[in-house]
């Protein structure tokens, strides 16, 4: 393991990734409903279930908080298949696991630093995803227009039309579109 003078002067790296985010809705009320004994043994579950699939759709599970996991895809096309996969997964689930996920995606040049933590991905672009996923529904993905604009042609013929929404700490609105996933 490395100390943390090491780490400290290890070299960040800088490279664009897709940066998803996604939380389950309504998961204060599964708290609330079920307990946190049965929470906790379907959000084991859960986080086994995105693993999976992250890796099947060649992308990584970078951070889980609570209910909220960061993901990160080198490839953007692969995100809206993998979040439709997620979210039929979920709907197939019985009752407490039955969970409405919702998604963000945008598209940004991030710093990947390696820390005692493991991989770590900072930069406005991850602040970005993170907020874009209060804009979205049950069951939708919003996806940036920097990452619309990197979709190929039959994933961006799912997108609705472009929205505005101001993003809190930052100066100018941005613009998304949002996928419904049941029809994916």
């Not at 003078?5 to 800088?14: C, G, Y």
């Not at 906790?40 to 996991?69: H, P, Q």
């Not at 439709?84 to 598209?107: C, E, G, I, K, V």
Request: charged share 25%.
């Amino acid at each position: 393991m490395k100390t943390k003078e090491e780490n400290s002067n290890a070299e960040l790296v800088s490279r664009p990734l897709a940066i998803v985010f996604a939380d389950i809705v309504g998961y204060s009320t599964l708290l609330a409903t079920h307990g946190d004994l049965v929470a906790a043994e379907t959000l084991r579950e859960f986080r086994s279930d995105v693993e999976r699939l992250a890796t099947a759709y060649r992308g990584r599970c970078i951070k889980w908080i609570g209910d909220i996991f960061l993901a990160v895809f080198e490839d953007v096309s692969n995100v809206i298949p993998f979040a439709a996969a997620l979210t039929r997964s979920r709907s197939q689930q019985t009752a407490p696991a039955n969970w409405r996920l919702r998604f963000s995606l945008h598209l940004a040049t991030v710093f990947i630093d390696q820390t005692s933590y493991g991989e770590e991905i900072l930069g406005v672009g991850v602040n970005i995803a993170a907020r874009l996923t209060s804009s979205a529904e049950a069951d939708q993905i919003v996806v940036s227009r920097a990452a619309r604009l990197a979709l190929p042609a039959e994933q961006v013929a799912l997108l609705g039309p472009m929205e505005r929404v101001h993003l809190k700490g930052m100066a100018e609105e941005m613009e998304f579109s949002r996928v419904d996933l049941a029809k994916v």
